[in-house]
């Protein structure tokens, strides 16, 4: 079963005198439970289809469908319903996930007290969390008090306490070091073995490979390429037939501006007008 679909996803931002198209038609699944890192260069849309997926933005064209909600539909107190329950967000600044003035078991009960949980469930959770987080002997302490690393190990917390069935995380190592990097990279993984969480991630950490499902590249708005450490690197073909040709090949082969596509048994051969 699948936690995320995207067909067609089209995004456009508009100024007084221009329309840029963030997302272009962008088709992608992502499987209950599964770990998936997005990757691409700065401007490719990686971080509209995160917007999208918060329910921060809605999308232009296209249907966006988490956890069987239709992001595009949402409006008023059901957006509100579908960010406090359906999604958790981790910034890459973890203090826009914390609040400076709490500790940290304050800070895990924030997002449980905003969804009107009891205190001894309250306290549970945060007690829980804490221990999965290995924040334990930093409980009281206050975020300036705790390491980057446990900052964002903390920020992760928050982001989980209401058990959300999707966790969206932008960039969650950018601003650590090697071992705190790896470290939350392990906790992500294991948090969704733990609770079942799907979790999309925006990241450039190289060693992402290790702990995520598969990788999707983001390229000019659409999925391009998937890689899996079964298969290697696919080049996805979308909803409506078209496919992006990965930028080694286009170095390596001359096609020019048009190619002729043919069938070839099970294969699809794609050449120039004039056969070579």
């Given at each position: 079963m699948n936690a995320v679909e995207c067909s067609g996803l089209v995004h456009i931002y508009k100024t007084a005198d221009l329309e840029v198209f963030a997302?272009?038609?962008?088709?992608?699944t992502v499987k209950e439970g599964e770990v998936v890192a997005i990757v691409g260069a700065s401007g490719s849309g990686k971080t509209t289809l995160m917007n999208v997926l918060a329910g921060v933005q809605?999308?232009?064209?296209?249907q966006a469908r988490v956890a069987g909600w239709d992001v595009g539909a949402l409006t008023g107190a059901a957006r509100d319903r579908y960010r406090r329950d359906v999604i958790g967000y981790v910034w890459q600044n973890?203090?826009?996930?914390l609040t400076a003035e709490l500790s940290s078991n304050e800070n895990l009960q924030v997002p449980l007290l905003a969804a009107g949980k009891a205190a001894d469930a309250r306290e549970a959770r945060a007690n829980e969390l804490l221990e999965a987080f290995e924040l334990g002997d930093r409980a009281g302490h206050l975020p300036s008090q705790l390491s980057g690393g446990e900052q964002q190990r903390l920020a992760l917390g928050v982001a989980m306490a209401n058990h959300?069935?999707?966790?969206?995380?932008?960039?969650?190592?950018?601003?650590?070091?090697?071992?705190?990097?790896?470290?939350?990279?392990?906790?992500i993984r294991n948090l969704a073995r733990r609770e079942g969480t799907?979790?999309?991630?925006?990241?450039?950490?190289?060693?992402?490979?290790?702990?995520?499902?598969?990788?999707?590249?983001?390229?000019d708005g659409r999925t391009s390429t998937e890689t899996t450490a079964d298969a290697g690197e696919l080049v996805?073909?979308?909803s409506a037939g078209r496919l992006q040709l990965p930028k080694s090949v286009m170095h390596s082969v001359p096609l020019g501006g048009r190619v002729r596509v043919r069938a070839d048994g099970d294969r699809v051969v794609i050449e120039r007008p004039d056969g070579r």
């Amino acid at each position: 079963m699948n936690a995320v679909e995207c067909s067609g996803l089209v995004h456009i931002y508009k100024t007084a005198d221009l329309e840029v198209f963030a997302l272009q038609g962008l088709d992608m699944t992502v499987k209950e439970g599964e770990v998936v890192a997005i990757v691409g260069a700065s401007g490719s849309g990686k971080t509209t289809l995160m917007n999208v997926l918060a329910g921060v933005q809605t999308p232009s064209a296209g249907q966006a469908r988490v956890a069987g909600w239709d992001v595009g539909a949402l409006t008023g107190a059901a957006r509100d319903r579908y960010r406090r329950d359906v999604i958790g967000y981790v910034w890459q600044n973890a203090a826009l996930n914390l609040t400076a003035e709490l500790s940290s078991n304050e800070n895990l009960q924030v997002p449980l007290l905003a969804a009107g949980k009891a205190a001894d469930a309250r306290e549970a959770r945060a007690n829980e969390l804490l221990e999965a987080f290995e924040l334990g002997d930093r409980a009281g302490h206050l975020p300036s008090q705790l390491s980057g690393g446990e900052q964002q190990r903390l920020a992760l917390g928050v982001a989980m306490a209401n058990h959300p069935h999707v966790l969206l995380a932008d960039e969650p190592t950018a601003e650590l070091n090697r071992d705190a990097a790896r470290q939350v990279l392990e906790d992500i993984r294991n948090l969704a073995r733990r609770e079942g969480t799907t979790v999309i991630m925006v990241t450039h950490d190289h060693e992402v490979e290790q702990h995520v499902d598969r990788i999707l590249r983001i390229r000019d708005g659409r999925t391009s390429t998937e890689t899996t450490a079964d298969a290697g690197e696919l080049v996805i073909l979308d909803s409506a037939g078209r496919l992006q040709l990965p930028k080694s090949v286009m170095h390596s082969v001359p096609l020019g501006g048009r190619v002729r596509v043919r069938a070839d048994g099970d294969r699809v051969v794609i050449e120039r007008p004039d056969g070579r």
